[in-house]
């Protein structure tokens, strides 16, 4: 969160120390967890919204994207 002293630290100096220990703090919140959560259910919403479309390739593929973008690892 931005009001989280560690992450407006480095927000107003970043330093390798200051995004190290703002790093620390995201890990250990429940922000990244959220974060994927909110991105599951968009790319739930994006794939209901290509049901009308035909199946074809390119719907197959932007459905594969959806999924792709919250499975990814880096």
Do not use: G
């Not at 790093?23 to 209901?48: C, D, G, M, N, W």
Request: aromatic share 4%; charged share 30%; glycine share 0%.
């Amino acid at each position: 969160h931005p009001d989280d002293p560690a992450v407006r630290r480095v927000l107003e100096s970043p330093t390798e120390e200051t995004v190290r220990e703002a790093v620390q703090v995201i890990a250990a919140s429940p922000a990244i967890e959220r974060a994927l959560q909110t991105a599951r259910q968009h790319a739930e919403q994006a794939k209901a919204a290509l049901e009308p479309l035909a199946e074809t390739v390119y719907r197959a593929a932007l459905c594969e994207l959806a999924d792709f973008t919250v499975r990814r690892q880096f």
